[in-house]
Each structure stands twice: as C-alpha cells, then as structure tokens.
C-alpha cells in the first residue's frame, strides 16, 4: 500500500466473505474509516485495525444523506491528502450502492491522489448462492426500487427482476426517513402493471452471520403491501416466461455468415 492512498474494500455481508486482500488492506491501513452494517461487523473491523473510525456517525448533524455522503467523502480523503494510507471498508461490495465510496474516488482521481477500489461480496452475489438463480440462464435486470417506480424503467418479465432498497422507495425516506406507510403498496401497484398479481415474489435477506440462515420469504405480489421489509431486505421478482427465440435474429446471422463465406 502506497503513502498517500485509499483503498475502498468490501467486507461482505459478514467477517467470513472479507477477501484476503481486503483483510489485507484493513491490517496496514494509518487509518480506516468503516461502514459495516451490523455492529458485530463494525467490532470485528476495529479488531482488525485500532485506528477504525465508523463512518456511521456523518448521518447525525446532516439534514440530507447527499451532505452526509459529502462529509463521508471528505472524512476519508482528509487523511490521504496528509500522506497517509486509508482504507475505507463498506459491507458488501465498496461500489454497489454505495455513493461515498464512488463520491471519494471520483474526487480522489480529480485531485492526482491515489485510489483503488477492490471488490468485495455484494447481497446480490449471495442471493445468486441462496436462492440458486444464475444470471447466465435468462439473464438477470437489477435496480435501485425508488429507480424502478419513479423512472417506470421497461422491464423484460423473460429475466428476473432484483429491486434494491425497497425500504426506502418513498421519496421521504431519501432524505433520511423511513418510507411512510402505503410506499411498499404503492411499489407492488407498480409491479401488477407488469405482473400479475398472484406472481409469487421472494423478500430475500441474506445472512450476516455465518451460523444463520438467510430469509427467503415468500409472497403474492397482491400481498406484499403488508409484507414485512427492514432496510436490509432486497426484492426478488422471478421471470414470468422463458424468452422466445427471434427469427429475424436468426436470419441476421445466417445472412452475417453467408457474406462472411462469400
Ligand atoms: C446501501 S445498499 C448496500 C449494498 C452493499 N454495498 C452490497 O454490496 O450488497 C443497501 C441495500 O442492499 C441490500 N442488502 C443489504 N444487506 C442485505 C442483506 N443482508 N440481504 C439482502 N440484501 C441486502 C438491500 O437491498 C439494502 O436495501
């Protein structure tokens, strides 16, 4: 690890999926800066590494998450500035959905300092283990909840679909509140426009704990307004049918093919 550096690592959703690099990255660290998610997760990070400091506490004191980000952002790249090396750990993956991380390297590289990120075990590589989808089969649509209802993004129902954050799809909730009530009613209106509503949908949490199981709950699309969902919880929709083979596609490539030979 240079002098002068960040290093943003993922630590999975527990101890046990940190990467040897990760690990490595968190023991010679001047300084680490963590957002660990479970408080266990945080206690096993700072025995790693004493000089740990939770990242966690920028969301007192600002009004928004955008000016709690910006005060993660800057927190991490202080050190680096000063020459020394960083690493900022965030559970799960360092660069899925996690807008500080992204916010520090692009201010990072901007400045000419030293910045690497390294992946790490995101919720949604666990959901591919624990529910045994292969984003190879039918392929796999993945996005933020708020994303999907606000942007009515065209949804292909031939692939599964993976909403992030179905918690805080409410437009309060984005500013640091909880959704208010009716917001996951309102979500599953939005997916009986495309499905129906006796869809068999899966509330997925995985393990942060290496001896629990993970929550694999399943429920009706018509139903899951009442559902219970915590900040942790992501949305699994499998696909409705196989896809269908297009025959102009077909035509294409034979054509492609011909003038190849030709
Ligand atoms: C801010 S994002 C962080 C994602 C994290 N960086 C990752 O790589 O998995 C928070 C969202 O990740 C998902 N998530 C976090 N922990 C999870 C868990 N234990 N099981 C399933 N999904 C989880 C949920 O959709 C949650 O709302």
Redesign the pocket.
């Known amino acids: 690890m240079h002098k002068g550096c960040l290093l943003l690592v993922?630590l999975g959703?527990h101890p046990g999926q940190c990467t040897l690099e990760a690990l490595a990255a968190l023991k010679v660290a001047d300084v680490v800066f963590a957002q660990a998610?479970e408080p266990d997760m945080l206690a096993w990070v700072c025995a790693q590494n004493a000089n740990t400091h939770s990242l966690q506490d920028h969301y007192a004191g600002h009004s928004t998450r955008l000016d709690a980000y910006e005060a993660m952002a800057e927190a991490m790249l202080a050190p680096v500035r000063q020459g020394m090396r960083v690493c900022a750990a965030?559970?799960?993956?360092?660069g899925?959905?996690?807008s500080p991380s992204h916010m520090a390297r692009t201010r990072a590289h901007a400045e000419g300092l030293v910045v690497m990120m390294l992946p790490?075990?995101?919720?949604?590589d666990?959901?591919y283990a624990d529910l045994g989808v292969d984003p190879g089969g039918r392929g796999v649509q993945s996005y933020e909840a708020r994303d999907f209802f606000v942007h009515a993004r065209a949804i292909d129902v031939c692939a599964p679909l993976i909403?992030?954050?179905?918690?805080?799809v409410d437009e309060a909730a984005q500013s640091g509140f909880c959704s208010r009530a009716g917001a996951l009613t309102a979500l599953a209106a939005a997916l009986q426009e495309i499905y129906p509503g006796d869809h068999d949908v899966v509330l997925?949490?995985?393990?942060?704990c290496a001896q629990e199981p993970?929550r694999i709950e399943h429920v009706r699309l018509d139903r899951l307004g009442c559902a219970e969902i915590a900040?942790?919880?992501?949305l699994f929709v499998p696909a409705l049918f196989a896809p269908k083979p297009a025959p102009a596609r077909q035509a294409l490539m034979a054509r492609a093919l011909a003038q190849t030979m030709s």
């Open positions: 993922g959703l998610g965030f559970y799960g993956h360092p899925v959905f996690v790490g075990v995101s919720a949604e666990c959901l909403l992030w954050q179905p918690a805080v997925y949490e995985a393990a942060c993970a900040q942790e919880t992501t």
